[in-house]
């Protein structure tokens, strides 16, 4: 079946920029009814979508992050990243890729995830 | 944007009670509402989507209903692997919203 996994710095500076990478395995990322999506989660608190790509190349931000948010594919490594700018420490959390199937009649959810990744913003 | 609540924030139950939750979105999200079991240090798991049904491999203790602005989350018979903290989540807008959560721990 289809698994995700999350990797990059697990620390960045403030100001600078995040990168982060979902690898996907046992699939295809350009296969089926499906688009991509990264969602972050602070310490105790709850999700915040950030954003999603389809494998068109075709994107939608959260508008609360959109200036600072850039997500990319690569179907030949079977790859899609996130990139954050300008990040704070109020960007430090745990940072989740996760594949979206969407449909006409039921709206679009999440499934599977990636394990996680913590990204904590700090000098 | 689409506002999400939950409630209760959190409840306590034992083992064997039938545990209901529910989510209010602030307008009408037709049956685009999914709901998330998520532990401690783990992901999300999905558990309904489209607000009714049941995704794979998720036992059937666990049932979604509701449509238009108001959801329910029931677990008929609470197992002791379903402590955790539930999320919905709505897809009728671009801007994919989640509600705050419900924490359901051990009474």
């Known amino acids: 079946q289809v698994q995700l996994q999350e990797s990059g710095p697990g620390l960045v500076k403030p100001s600078q920029t995040l990168s982060l990478t979902c690898t996907v395995s046992?699939?295809?990322?350009?296969?089926?009814?499906?688009?991509w999506s990264w969602i972050r989660q602070p310490a105790g608190k709850g999700l915040e979508w950030i954003g999603r790509i389809y494998t068109s190349g075709s994107t939608n931000y959260n508008p609360s992050l959109k200036s600072r948010v850039t997500i990319s594919v690569d179907t030949s490594k079977n790859q899609f990243s996130l990139k954050l700018s300008s990040v704070t420490a109020a960007d430090t959390a745990v940072y989740y890729c996760?594949?979206?199937?969407?449909?006409?009649?039921?709206?679009?959810?999440?499934?599977?995830w990636g394990q996680g990744t913590l990204v904590t913003v700090s000098s | 944007d689409i506002q999400m609540t939950q409630s209760p924030s959190s409840l306590s139950a034992s083992v064997g009670d039938r545990v209901t939750i529910t989510c209010r979105a602030s307008?009408?999200?037709?049956?685009?509402l999914n709901w998330y079991q998520q532990k401690p240090g783990k992901a999300p798991k999905l558990l309904i989507y489209a607000a009714s049904s049941l995704q794979s491999g998720v036992p059937s203790r666990f049932s979604g209903s509701g449509s238009g602005t108001d959801f329910t989350l029931t677990i008929s018979s609470l197992q002791p692997e379903d402590f955790a903290t539930y999320y919905c989540?709505?897809?009728?807008?671009?801007?994919?919203?989640f509600g705050p959560g419900t924490k359901v721990d051990i009474k």
């Open positions: 996760a594949r979206a199937t969407s449909t006409i009649f039921g709206g679009d959810w999440f499934d599977p």
């Open positions: 046992g699939g295809s990322i350009s296969s089926g009814s499906y688009y």
């Open positions: 307008q009408s999200i037709s049956s685009y």
């Open positions: 989540q709505q897809s009728y807008s671009t801007l994919i919203t």
